[in-house]
C-alpha cells in the first residue's frame, strides 16, 4: 500500500527491495508578497513559488514479524535522515531532509467512525521527504560506465 497521504500527482521514479522512490510535485507551496513603489503610486502582487521534492518510502515487509518490521524501518528511517543531516553539515552535497514521517509507520489503532475500535494490525510506510535534486541516480551513472569500460 502506499502512503497515506499519497495522491495521483505523485510518480513512482524507483522501486527496490527496501524502499519506493516517488516524485511529489507542488509539496511546498511559498507565497512571496512583492511591494513595490514608484512616482508615490504603490502596488503589492502576491506570487507563488512551488518546490518539487523527492519521498522516498519505507514499506513493510511481509516476511517479517510485524514488531520487528516497524522498530527496524522507523529506526533505519530516523537513521538516515540523521546521517544526511551530518553529512550536510559537514559539507558533503546531499539533498536536504526537508521532513520525516513515521507515524505512519505506527501500528493503526485508531477509532473508527461510529465508535468502533480499529484493531487492524495493518503495517504502513515510513517516509523521509528530500530536496528534489536534478541529475542522473548513481544507480543509471555507474551502470553507464560500466558499459563504457565494456565497450573499450
Given amino acids: 500500500p502506499v502512503p497515506s497521504f499519497h495522491n495521483e500527482s505523485w ?6 527491495a527496501e524502499a519506493r522512490v516517488w516524485l511529489v510535485p507542488n509539496f511546498i507551496q511559498t507565497n512571496i508578497s512583492n511591494t513595490s513603489s514608484s512616482l508615490g503610486t504603490s502596488s503589492s502582487s502576491l ?3 512551488t518546490s518539487t521534492v523527492v519521498c ?28 544526511l ?4 553539515r559537514g559539507g558533503v552535497s546531499v539533498p536536504l531532509v526537508l521532513g520525516v514521517d513515521l507515524n ?5 489503532d485508531a477509532t473508527q467512525e461510529g465508535g468502533e ?8 510506510s515510513a ?8 541529475g542522473v541516480t548513481i544507480r543509471s551513472f555507474l551502470n553507464v560506465e560500466v558499459d563504457m569500460d565494456a565497450n573499450h
Wanted: one cysteine or more; aromatic letters at 6%; a positive charge.
Fill in 117 to 124: 475500535k480499529n484493531s487492524s494490525n495493518e503495517k504502513k
Fill in 127 to 134: 517516509c523521509l521527504f528530500l530536496e528534489y535534486v536534478h
Fill in 11 to 16: 510518480k513512482l521514479i524507483s522501486q527496490g
Fill in 104 to 108: 505512519s509507520a505506527k501500528k493503526n
Fill in 56 to 83: 522516498k518510502e519505507r514499506f513493510p515487509k511481509a516476511y517479517r514479524h510485524p514488531a520487528l518490521d516497524e522498530t527496524l524501518t522507523r529506526s533505519r528511517t530516523k537513521a538516515e535522515a540523521k546521517n
Fill in 47 to 49: 506570487s507563488s513559488i
Fill in 85 to 88: 543531516n551530518r553529512c550536510r
